[in-house]
Every structure is written in structure tokens, then in C-alpha cells.
């Protein structure tokens, strides 16, 4: 299983970046896909995951300026983070993640800068 991602950029306070991430290889089709982030000093955390089904799981932090979706078919997924009003400390490196069964795989972080 391969992750790719990308869209991370630097950007002012108040705008939008999306970021996408492309699985693909042997992968169940049942499963979840997630952003996390690691912010200066932070450890990693979750910022969303979307199941196959659909389920979708935010932090509190980007609630409601943060949104994820999916394209799936077999054995290519692709997942998308919508970020809108971006903070400054929205700052950090964000990492796609796939598990499912007892498989978790990462992919390269994304870096995103917001400026204040």
C-alpha cells in the first residue's frame, strides 16, 4: 500500500488550502482514512477520518472549518481535507493515514504554514 500526499502550501490567516491523499495497492474496502497533524512542539493528533462508509470524525479544533471527503474504487482511494479559515495554528505537518484490519500505513507529511 502506497499513500501519497499533497496540497500543503503556505498561506495568510483566513484562507483555504485542500490537501489530498491518493491510496493505492492491496487495501480492504473496508476502511478509514485520516488527517493527522503535528504541530510545533505537539505530538501527533487526529484532525479527521472518514470511513468507507462514510463516517466522518473531526477535532474539536477544526470543526466546522474543516471538512474531508472520499473517491473510492477498488484498491484507489482517494481522500481530500478541505481547510477553510485557516489559523496560524493550523501550522504543522500533516500526514495522510489508511488502516483497516490490523494494517496502518502512513504516508509523507504535507506541510502547511499559515501566516498571521
Known amino acids: 500500500v502506497q499513500l501519497q500526499a499533497s496540497g500543503g502550501g503556505l498561506v495568510q490567516a483566513g484562507e483555504s488550502l485542500r490537501l489530498s491523499c491518493a491510496a493505492s495497492?492491496?487495501?480492504?474496502?473496508?476502511?478509514?482514512m485520516a488527517w493527522y497533524r503535528q504541530r510545533p512542539g505537539n505530538e501527533r493528533e487526529l484532525v479527521a477520518d472518514m470511513s468507507s462508509g462514510g463516517t466522518t470524525n473531526y477535532a474539536d479544533s477544526v470543526q466546522g472549518r474543516f471538512s474531508v471527503s472520499r473517491d473510492n474504487a477498488k484498491n484507489k482511494y482517494t481522500m481530500y481535507l478541505q481547510m477553510n479559515s485557516l489559523k496560524p495554528e493550523d501550522t504543522g505537518v500533516y500526514y495522510c493515514n489508511l488502516r483497516f484490519t490490523r494494517y496502518n500505513f502512513w504516508g509523507q507529511g504535507t506541510q502547511v504554514t499559515v501566516s498571521s
Open positions: 495497492g492491496n487495501i480492504f474496502r473496508i476502511n478509514v
